[in-house]
């Protein structure tokens, strides 16, 4: 662990000068720093089948964009902020920042490397990577790359029991500290890229790495996935989703893990209660990144009533749209505990691979760690809605 990551503090002032000084030299970022020109780098050089699966549905994305435009900080002076703690704590454990990756699936369209170079990146900064059930290499593989750093599981119910049962229980044993069921996509959405390009990376055999390797998966196929791939395959196909699932379903998982589990896609605040009924330990609100529903509510503009809702109950973590450090301080400021940051570090390794991700992390954790002290505070404790204003 690098000392600039003992004290973050110091760490937003040292990656800026870094980037000052390498200046003098004639050095210039390597990636583009705002995000908007970022995703527009990344586009440009991926595949019009890759962007198009990254990509979501316009009026939702836009809302979820248009939410943290309508919260402004409200900076406070003559604080003294020269030392921050950038630390929060979930389940006991403690966190060195509220940044988690959120989970993506079949990384592999993106970067050769995928999953493998994104969890170094994140193992190299302590930043928790919640790993896709739709990974591209299996969990174990993962877990590995990340050595002793904290990971997390997402799981995508499937209409096989057996193949969930055994998956968490792999991730258990893979050291995954928390569980995260993803609710929103029981089915895939009409998305409507993906239906122009007639592109679904899962029928080339890209995303199933956690199925492919995975026992209860493989009993149930006639033939090893090494002798026919597109029976698999096909097999994949007809367990992915799962329309029946309810909330009574959930028991069965919470008999099978001792882990936290989170329910990822909550929207509005009865389901935040229903999630604490049914013996959940947090909730992460979430509309997918806006890749589910079009014309759901944005994220950000839920988030607040789940809280109010939960009256701390349960960790409220977010998800769908943070794009800078000011994002981040605006959903902790509404009560999230944690949140989830998803498409700017694949448009990281998209364009750079493992040192892609790296450069886009830091540039985020120095924007978030720079501009809490220039609001006034000097730890995520601090904040809440008297920290904003709605424009």
Known sequence: MSSSFRALDFYGRERQFQVYIEGLQGKKPELP??????????NEHLSSEASGYLDGMADTMRANQEAFRRWRIVPR???DVSALDMGIELFNRQYRT???????????????DGEAAVARAAAELEIPMVMSTASTLPLE??????????????????????????????????????????LDTFMLAWRVRDIENAYLPFLLGQGLGNYLADPAFRRALAQPPEQNLQAAVMHFVNIFTNPSLTWKDLDFLRQRTRLPILLKGILHPDDALKAIDAGMDGVIVSNH??????????????LPDIVKAVQGRMPVLFDSGIRRGSDIIKAMALGARAVLLGRPYLWGLALAGEAGVREV???LLADLALTLALSGY????????????RD
Not at 98 to 112: E, K, W, Y
């Open 378 to 389: 000097t730890s995520f404790a601090e904040l809440d809605a008297s920290s904003l204003v």
């Open 98 to 112: 509220p940044v988690l990756l959120a989970p993506i699936g079949v990384q592999s369209i993106v970067h050769p």
């Open 33 to 42: 720093v705002s995000p908007e020109k970022l995703e527009q780098a990344a």
């Open 77 to 79: 002076m003559l604080r």
């Open 141 to 182: 593989q993962i877990a590995q790359e990340m050595g002793e750093a904290p990971r997390w599981f997402q799981l995508y119910w499937s209409k096989d029991p057996d193949f969930n049962a055994s998956v968490v229980q792999r991730a258990e044993q893979a050291g995954c500290s928390a569980i995260v069921v993803t």
């Open 361 to 363: 992390l830091r540039n």
């Open 289 to 302: 990144g806006g890749r589910q529903v079009e014309g759901a509510r944005a994220a950000l503009d839920a």
